[in-house]
């Protein structure tokens, strides 16, 4: 098969990360994501991640925090994850860079912006931790921004559920599922597929986007190669 794209962005869920658990990090889980990314790395694609951390903090829910404290925790909760990606990745044999939008010499690149496209023309996956570096910015909008910036084709988002659907479909049985949907139509629509400020961005940069269930083995390899497993959004 023929991948229809050479440069995508994978946003990845904290979630997925934990597995079943709900919480931390389920290492089969992590080395399931990491196979198909070999895969699409071994077909000559470039891969940059953004992945996000509610596998390890959604604190500001179930605390009163401030709003800019509590997203800079989950900024940390990133880097963990893109720390364990990392892990899993180049155990496998795929050569990796996590780049921060927060200073933490220790464990990973700041982000630039030029270096990281050098990384991706080397063949190297680019991981993103750290979401934009600012709070009040979800990962969502760090993986918009990030796909733009490095000039990806698309944004794969790799989520638990298996498309964009017109309600929740864990609370309502009857939910429709779209098969393609505009950014406008989330907007409009209020869906939660993605935060507002993700798509509005996302739209304004007519940057594409594949909604699908990463836990599906081939799902990633079946967008790149043209098919549609979950929803397609554009505008």
Request: hydrophobic letters at 40%; glycine letters at 8%.
């Amino acid at each position: 098969m023929e991948p229809k794209y050479k440069r995508v962005l994978l946003k990845l869920s904290g979630e997925v990360m934990s597995g079943e658990s709900g919480f931390g990090i389920d290492r089969a889980m992590v080395d399931k994501v990491c196979d198909q990314i070999k895969k699409v790395v071994d077909m000559g694609v470039e891969v940059a991640i953004v992945v996000g951390g509610g596998n390890f903090w959604r604190g500001r829910k179930a605390l009163d925090m401030e709003r800019a404290t509590a997203d800079y925790m989950g900024m940390l909760a990133t880097t963990m994850n893109s720390m364990a990606l990392q892990d899993a990745l180049e155990a496998k044999g795929v050569p990796t860079r996590v780049q921060l939008a927060i200073e933490i010499k220790q464990v990973g690149e700041p982000f630039i912006l030029r270096r990281a496209i050098r990384h991706l023309e080397k063949g190297r996956v680019v991981i993103f931790g750290g979401g934009t570096g600012n709070p009040y910015f979800t990962t969502d909008t760090a993986a918009v921004l990030r796909a733009t910036e490095i000039d990806a084709q698309i944004v794969l988002f790799g989520k638990t559920v298996d498309g964009v659907y017109d309600s929740d479909p864990d609370n309502n049985p009857n939910a429709v599922k779209f098969d393609t949907i505009t950014y406008s139509e989330i907007l409009n629509k209020n869906l939660k597929v993605i935060d507002s400020t993700a798509a509005s961005l996302a739209r304004d940069n007519k940057m594409p986007m594949a909604v699908f269930e990463l836990a599906k083995e081939e799902n990633i390899i079946k967008v790149l190669c043209g098919e549609n497993p979950g929803t397609l959004v554009n505008e």
